[in-house]
């Protein structure tokens, strides 16, 4: 889980707006949803970056972009030097064997009409130089066994296994070419308690053995904590916090961390009486228009007028050494 | 509400609602899945119980027989009773049934945008519960709609009351639902996965409300969830599900501080915390049991860590451990006094 300080992938300013139009024949630009609005971070080799935050808050859009499934509006992706915004021909082929995701939903995500060899083994149809013809059921095979399935399962179809162990094949297709990140959305949170414990146990070994990047979105805040290094705080289409577990999670400096820190039901009854809970008001305004200023501000319950017309940095300031987007930053405890 | 009495010793008809070993089975074409094998539990007015339980532990079905509203066929439930004010409901004509559903016993659902009706605006929705069943007025069942809308705190409820329900957010939209829920006044709420749906901060806001709205109106919440955290913030007592069989049941305190049942604590242990960062999770190693071809026995055997020959060959009683707490485990004792390890 070290990282060894090696600087994989960079992102800088990212920025994608998805159009509003009116008409049918003559589509005319009304608006802009700003899904991700300026998202900068740096990914080392072999450590674990945590993306946090509430539905619409950007996570998804900025996994789909950086798997380039979405063009950006503006801003450069990094990848061990080069912009993969700029990429084509067999540099981008190169890209997509680099960087594979592992979505949501087992059940969905999944090929009903494929065996277990088919799905595991459809990368190589493009990729033919990681396996050749006669070795592919043999990787295949391998895969199943490194995520913890049986090798001989490999002709049975989707519906004959559990949520957890399609999550498994999900993994294993994403391995499939050796990528050095995997963008996991949501992996989890389909899953049953006692199933998610056993796939996030399988991702820190798998992460450890192959030398893995990740980059892993979820809203569940104790399953990010569990398996992030560094953590980065979404609030939308911003960053608006970000540092390693441990600044994150004891010493939140932005308002909107310390409120999401303490909404997180805690599985411990003694805790109820004397925790310190922030209540937010309402709910996360529409990305299409967001606030002035500050984006948070018609939330908090520390905003002054600064915090309309001024808009935040993501930068440390005097009180803490992690970069926090708050006029206002101050430590709180919130999780005792 | 810690300190209540073991719950054989009161008749029927003691408890608000009690459900006395229900069985219900699901006839399908590659067989017979048993859902429920003997459910027993009890809710008093102004208690919150937690039914806690992962997905296919028979937690919704059990709610959907109290409700009435499981499809018959393909369900059929052979033997059982649910107690309301002593009263069977099981055995009660439909039409009187019917009366109590929605009146008495009332449920709201985890997905409140496929709940609710998309071509109808939430004011009609709300108020029509009012007009079919007590014959208001269009005009008063809609000021009632309102009203019930301010009590559970949308916004503005005066103009959005003609509002559909895409134009609501996730958050309002289970207020909604609330609203409906609470128009006849129920004395029974049932909240199947109320905030599953909901981010964080919203969930937060729809617990407080239930809470309120529980205390303010003294109904009996039975919360169904898999989610260990909800549960430890506002239930006073848990029932744990698996396999379709209560197999611990306990005040909230108690079962967190020390589980009786290795399932109960597998789960405990599988959770990933926010206070601390571990190394690694437990994990609790199997599947769930395919209810079609249940193991005999204690049904938790082939996944539990102190498996014993007695645990294949015997279905475990429920073992009262005092204080109205019970564990299926033939090593529940052993497990409260820390023997198993």
Redesign the interface.
């Given at each position: 889980m070290a990282s060894s300080g090696e600087v994989i992938l960079r992102v800088d300013n990212l920025v994608k707006h998805f159009p509003i139009t009116r008409g049918i024949l003559f589509r005319t630009k009304i608006g802009a949803v700003k899904a991700v609005d300026g998202v900068s971070f740096e990914l080392h080799k072999g450590e674990t970056l945590g993306i946090v935050g509430?539905?619409g808050c950007g996570k998804s859009t900025l996994a789909r972009l950086l798997m380039r499934l979405e063009e950006p509006t503006a801003g450069r992706a990094v990848l061990n030097g080069k912009n993969i915004f700029k990429m084509g021909g067999t540099e981008l082929r190169r890209l997509r064997r680099n960087v594979q995701m592992v979505m949501q939903d087992p059940y969905t995500s999944l090929n009903p009409r494929l065996t277990v060899s088919d799905i595991i083994g459809e990368p190589f149809e493009i990729h033919t130089e990681v396996a050749p013809r006669g070795d592919r059921q043999r990787r295949v095979q391998e895969l199943l066994e490194l995520v913890g399935l049986n090798p001989e399962h490999i002709n049975r179809y989707p519906h004959q296994f559990?949520g957890?162990?399609r999550q498994r094949i999900g993994i294993a297709r994403a391995l499939a070419l050796k990528p050095e990140i995997i963008v996991c959305d949501e992996p989890v949170s389909a899953l049953?308690?006692?199933?998610?414990?056993?796939v996030?146990?399988l991702l820190?070994k798998l992460q450890d053995e192959l030398g893995l990047s990740y980059i892993f979105i979820a809203?569940d805040?104790?399953?990010v904590?569990?398996?992030s290094d560094r953590v980065g705080v979404m609030y939308l289409g911003k960053i608006i916090e970000i540092g390693t577990?441990?600044e994150i999670?004891d010493y939140p400096t932005h308002p909107y961390t310390q409120?999401?820190?303490s909404?997180?039901?805690?599985?411990?009854?003694?805790?109820?009486a004397h925790r310190d809970?922030i209540?937010?008001e309402?709910?996360?305004p529409s990305p299409a228009n967001p606030p002035s200023g500050c984006r948070f501000r018609t939330r908090c319950w520390k905003a002054q007028e600064k915090c309309a017309l001024e808009e935040p940095l993501l930068i440390r300031r005097a009180v803490e050494p992690h970069p926090s987007a708050c006029h206002f930053a101050e430590l709180k405890h919130v999780?005792? | 509400m810690t300190d209540f009495e073991v719950m054989t010793t009161r008749p029927a008809g003691a408890y608000l609602l009690e459900v006395r070993d229900l069985f219900v089975e699901f006839h399908t074409r590659d067989g017979v899945a048993k859902v429920i094998n003997g459910v027993s539990y009890h809710l008093d007015p102004g208690e919150t119980l937690a039914v806690l339980g992962e997905s296919g532990s028979g937690k919704s079905v059990t709610a959907q027989a109290i409700m009435g509203i499981l499809d018959m066929p393909p369900a059929k439930i052979p033997s059982g009773q649910i107690f309301y004010h002593g009263e069977d409901l099981l055995k009660m004509p439909e039409d009187k049934r019917r009366a109590i559903r929605g009146n008495e016993i009332s449920m709201i659902f985890q997905d409140a945008l496929s709940a609710l009706n998309p071509v109808f605006s939430v004011g009609w929705q709300i108020s029509e519960t009012l007009r079919t069943r007590t014959g208001m007025s269009k005009g008063d069942a809609l000021k009632r709609a309102v009203e019930l809308m301010d009590q559970v705190k949308i916004p503005a409820a005066r103009q959005r009351v003609k509002d559909y329900p895409h134009q609501f957010s996730g958050g309002m939209r289970q207020r909604v639902m609330i609203a409906m829920a609470l128009a006849m006044d129920p004395k029974v709420l049932i909240a199947d996965e109320p905030t599953t749906a909901l981010d964080v901060t919203v969930q937060a806001q729809i617990m407080d409300l239930l809470a309120d709205l529980r205390r303010d109106l003294n109904m009996g919440l039975i919360l169904i969830t898999h989610d260990l955290g909800v549960v430890a913030d506002v239930a006073d007592r848990i029932a744990v599900m698996y396999a379709g069989r209560i197999i611990e049941h306990a005040d909230v305190h108690s079962i967190y501080k020390q589980p009786a049942h290795p399932y109960t604590e597998g789960l405990l242990a599988s959770i990933p915390r926010l206070d601390t960062k571990g190394t690694e999770l437990a994990t609790i190693k199997g599947l769930p049991p395919n209810l079609m071809r249940l193991p005999t026995g204690c049904k938790y055997h082939p996944r539990c860590p102190y498996k014993q020959n007695v645990c294949v060959d015997t279905v475990p009683a429920s073992l009262e451990l005092g204080g109205g707490r019970t564990s299926a485990c033939h090593f529940a004792k052993e497990m409260l006094d820390g023997q198993l390890r």
């Open positions: 509430e539905s559990s957890g162990q049953d308690v006692s199933i998610q414990a056993q996030v146990n820190e809203h805040l104790s399953v904590r569990h398996i577990d441990l999670y409120a999401l820190l909404a997180v039901p805690m599985p411990d009854p003694e805790a109820r809970v209540r937010l309402g709910d996360v999780v005792a | -």
